[in-house]
């Protein structure tokens, strides 16, 4: 029986193209109906879209597939947006006002997009986060309302390089396949892991993926700092492929030995680790090739979470992805950070109900595409497949990239935080904007034009009067003169 409604969501990883179909019970529950997979490793990298026809092709497999499943037309999909060149600026606006000024949600609006004009060389600014207000000396979360002179508003830009962002937009136009919403992905990611207590205490929520680690630091329920390092647990799996081996053989060594931290006394120096029939490897050196890379990138972590948040981590770190399986992994990250409060996220904090078996593994490796999916509000049903049609009937044509008809098209005032614009939705928004602009401009000239003759008839008014009364004067003065 075909489902009558659902979400989609796909996650562009760079080991594994995940799809996946659910649905949101009333109780705020989500029942996983299907699960697909396709190897991306050849044209994803670090997170990154590098081939678009292949990515194309993929994302074409995954909805067919799921599809089949589902005995389902799939409408759209939500989409997750991540990868290596993913990062946070700081960014600071003023606007200086007449004294006792008080503060309107119009001027509020008006930092906001100024700072959304902000241009960076090479970069698109895909989301926007208000940090705080800074009124007169006094810092608020909502300034309207207080009167002040000087007013300045805090924002964490999301920047990504453009050439990523339009690869991403082509291989959905290319593919055909409609955008409910593309949205920041580890976003999307600590909103289903994090708790309110942790993001308010202040944590630091790390996703150890295959290519690549993303750091989001958050404090008062806001997000401070977002960076992407290009190391994940892959590279450990190449540095044991140094020992002459094929990367799937050291895969699967890595998963049977690798230890995140093993204390020096507890190293047998006589144990060897087999790779194939004829050679083998010391648990020794074994250990220091693993823990050597994974201190690389606990050093890396720590690095890129600001100074200023060193002592205020009061929720601690969260570990979640593929990587914070390996054993001993929080005792790796209590050594290098000196933080005692480690917590691996295993799965998301929704009730999941699934026969998948990755979703059951509970292994933090599903966790950012059930936050995608708890994300999507829009129906992505379509109609039910006729299991006798006409296997030769020709393909729907390509419908662009982002399914702005069931909406209007939202400025980046509008967007929600951790939602990406997609390049037809910004078209859209911004030739609604110059229509906008040209009528108000419009109106503006047809106003300025009845002030003009309004000054103009009160002018030749006035010029009738004045006349007269000049002329009545003059002979009044005759009359006095004659008289005389």
């Not at 309107?104 to 705080?132: G, K, P």
């Not at 404090?219 to 450990?236: E, F, Q």
Request: overall charge negative; glycine content about 6%; some cysteine.
């Amino acid at each position: 029986m075909a489902a009558k409604d659902f979400i989609v969501a796909i996650e562009l990883g760079s080991s594994k193209m995940t799809g996946i179909a659910g649905r949101k019970n009333l109780d705020g529950s989500i029942q996983v109906l299907a699960v697909v997979k396709e190897d991306s490793s050849s044209f994803i990298r670090k997170g990154v879209v590098y081939n678009i026809d292949k990515t194309a092709l993929c994302l074409t497999n995954i909805v067919k597939k799921l599809t089949t499943l589902l005995k389902t037309e799939i409408t759209q999909v939500y989409v997750g947006v991540g990868g290596q060149s993913i990062r946070s600026v700081k960014n600071v606006i003023t606007k200086d006002l007449p004294t006792d000024t008080k503060v309107t949600q119009n001027m509020v609006i008006e930092l906001m997009d100024s700072n959304r004009s902000m241009t960076y060389a090479d970069q698109e600014i895909l989301d926007a986060a208000v940090q705080e207000y800074r009124v007169d000396q006094q810092y608020q979360l909502d300034p309207v309302g207080i009167q002040c002179q000087r007013l300045e508003g805090n924002f964490l830009n999301i920047l990504e390089r453009k050439a990523f962002y339009k690869n991403l937009n082509k291989c959905f136009e290319t593919s055909g396949i409609q955008v409910a919403e593309m949205y920041l992905a580890p976003l999307a990611l600590a909103d289903s892991v994090l708790t309110e207590a942790e993001k308010r205490s202040g944590c630091a929520l790390i996703d150890l993926g295959a290519d690549t680690t993303t750091v989001s630091v958050y404090s008062k329920n806001l997000l401070r700092h977002l960076a992407v390092i290009p190391l994940g647990s892959s590279n450990i799996t190449k540095d044991i492929a140094t020992l002459q081996m094929e990367e799937s053989e050291a895969e699967k060594m890595k998963l049977k030995y690798g230890c995140a931290y093993t204390d020096n006394n507890d190293i047998d120096n006589n144990l060897k680790y087999s790779i194939d029939s004829e050679r083998q490897v010391e648990s020794r050196k074994f250990i220091e090739i693993v823990e050597g890379r994974l201190e690389e990138i606990i050093e890396n972590v720590w690095y890129q979470i600001p100074s200023e948040y060193y002592d205020k981590l009061l929720g601690g770190l969260i570990l979640t992805g593929g990587g914070s399986n390996m054993k001993n992994i929080e005792k790796a990250f209590a050594n290098h950070t000196h933080i005692e409060k480690i917590r691996i996220a295993k799965t998301v904090t929704h009730s999941i109900t699934s026969s998948n078996a990755d979703i059951n593994a509970k292994n933090g490796m599903m966790n950012t595409v059930l936050g995608l999916l708890a994300k999507g509000e829009i129906n992505c049903a379509g109609d039910e497949v006729d299991p006798n049609g006409d296997l030769f009937k020709p393909a729907k044509p390509a419908t662009g990239t982002t399914n702005t008809d069931s909406r209007p098209a939202r400025s980046a005032t509008e967007t929600p935080s951790g939602v990406i614009r997609t390049e037809a939705e910004k078209q859209k928004a911004d030739e609604e904007a110059r229509k906008k602009r040209e009528e108000e401009e419009k109106a503006e000239r047809a106003r300025a034009e009845e002030e003009a003759k309004k000054r103009a008839e009160e002018k030749r008014k006035n010029n009738i009067w004045n006349k007269a009364y000049s002329g009545l004067k003059k002979f009044g003065k005759k009359i006095i003169e004659d008289e005389d």
